[in-house]
């Protein structure tokens, strides 16, 4: 059999080329330091952020009429996926590229004008994304935070928890209840969006309180205490929120997976490289089989969910329903991308503890994309349901 000479990490015949350089080189300039330093300080990346923001990346989506680069999801995954296989992590400002979506799909044209140009030049800040709640969890219908029309505002009052970014964002894309759940017609209306100026709002009704958590991923717990929201602010029409929530979940999800694919290929090549030059019992540790069969497995399994993120991508470009196919690449990027991880720690046996090899970094890091954004429990309940027909188990 011939051997193919592709490394381990570079993705067969990879997709933008161009693209996937260009991120490369920004990311040079951000290595394993860079990022051991933030997350002992538990520090916002900045200057990373401003990079991407300056280099156009994060306005890969924003069409050009709004002075985005009007690129599609398979570009946005390509740049978000060279990101994590460079070791950076793009969890510091993901939001910016996709929360977007439903200020473009649902918004007025006051609204776009107002910021979608100053979202794609960076000059505005659209991090934050208010929907978890400490009491609803994953029930997103049972949500409290309310918002109660009076006069030309809607009157916040309530909690959010895991906002991240909160503190590095001027926006936030708040969900909030303008009807009572029991005096809804249907069970999925009642919420509605709205975009907090957290500039104005800070100090007067709305105060954030940063969780130090596992990772360095700069996320809070956001309080509002009759926070005044102008009513021009609402996206879409009242009561409607979810759908235009959910409508931007597909993308959300194949960017995250196109993350975990990033994960998954760094893991395999600081794996590979690790178990070549490692000599122990007199040579190299690679050369056993109980180290290469595991870094073999990751590869195939990270390649099969690579080619299902491409699929979700390509029907989402296409305009086609993807809901699926975007749900199945969170869980299959997601699952391989952790089984990198520990492959990629046992591999490095005790130096995979140390800082300095940025491993346990990373895996903590790519741990979190089994419960967040969608925990695989929950996406499993989503095939089970809405694909194979089987009865609802919540
Ligand atoms: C670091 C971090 C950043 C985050 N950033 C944001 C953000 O920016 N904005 C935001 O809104 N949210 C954010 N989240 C929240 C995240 O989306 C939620 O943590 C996630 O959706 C799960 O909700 P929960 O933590 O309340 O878990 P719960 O809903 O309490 O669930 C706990 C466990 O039970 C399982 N479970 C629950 N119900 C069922 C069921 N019916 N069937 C089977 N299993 C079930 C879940 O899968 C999970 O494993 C973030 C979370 C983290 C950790």
Redesign the pocket.
Same mark, same amino acid.
């Not at 934050?128 to 978890?132: D, E, L, M, P, S």
């Not at 967040?372 to 929950?378: D, E």
């Given at each position: 059999m011939a051997a193919d000479k592709r490394g381990a990490a570079d993705a067969p015949r990879e997709t933008f080329p161009d693209i996937r350089e260009a991120v490369r080189r920004l990311c040079a300039g951000f290595p394993g330091e860079y990022w051991r330093k933030a997350d002992r300080e538990r520090a916002y990346p900045k200057e990373f952020v401003d990079a991407l923001t300056q280099s156009g990346f994060l306005a890969a989506l924003i069409p050009e009429s709004f002075g985005g680069s009007g690129l599609g999801i398979r570009q946005a995954a390509a740049i978000m996926e060279e990101i994590h296989k460079s070791g950076c992590n793009g969890g510091a400002c993901h939001a910016q590229m996709y929360t977007m979506g439903t200020i473009l799909r649902h918004g007025n044209a006051a609204q776009k004008q107002a910021y979608l140009p100053k979202i794609a030049s960076g000059a505005l800040r659209l991090q934050?994304?208010?929907? /978890?709640e400490p009491t609803s969890?994953?029930?997103t219908l049972s949500l409290r935070t309310t918002a109660v029309r009076d006069g030309d505002h809607y009157v916040v009052n309530g909690q959010?928890v895991?906002?991240?970014r909160a503190e590095h964002s001027d926006l936030m894309l708040l969900l909030a209840r303008t009807t009572p759940k029991d005096r809804v017609k249907k069970r999925t209306e009642g919420l509605s969006v709205f975009i907090v100026d957290m500039r104005e709002a800070l100090g007067r009704g709305l105060a954030i309180k940063p969780i130090r958590?596992m990772?360095n991923?700069a /996320?809070t717990e956001v309080f509002f205490d009759n926070l005044r929201v102008p009513a021009a602010n609402l996206i879409g029409e009242e009561n409607k929120g979810l759908y235009y929530i959910l409508d931007g979940m597909n993308v959300e999800r194949i960017l995250i997976a196109a993350e975990c694919i990033g994960d998954a290929r760094w893991f395999i090549a600081k794996a590979s490289a690790y178990a070549k030059d490692r000599v122990v019992f007199g040579r190299p540790i690679g050369q056993n089989q109980g180290i290469q069969f595991p870094i073999a497995k990751a590869y195939a399994a990270s390649e099969a969910a690579a080619l299902m993120v491409e699929r979700a991508a390509t029907l989402f470009d296409a305009g086609e329903p993807c809901g699926a196919e975007a749900n199945m690449a969170k869980l299959l990027a997601a699952d391989a991308s952790w089984q990198a991880a520990d492959m990629c720690l046992q591999t490095h046996g005790g130096f995979g503890f140390a800082e300095e090899y940025d491993v346990e970094r990373k895996f903590r890091e790519t741990r979190?994309y089994q419960?967040?954004?969608?925990?695989?429990?929950?996406i499993l309940?989503y095939i089970a349901e809405h694909v194979l027909g089987l009865p609802r188990?919540?």
């Open positions: 934050a994304f208010g929907v /978890t969890g994953t029930d959010k895991w906002t991240s958590a990772i991923h /996320t979190l419960v967040a954004p969608i925990s695989t429990n929950l309940s188990s919540y």
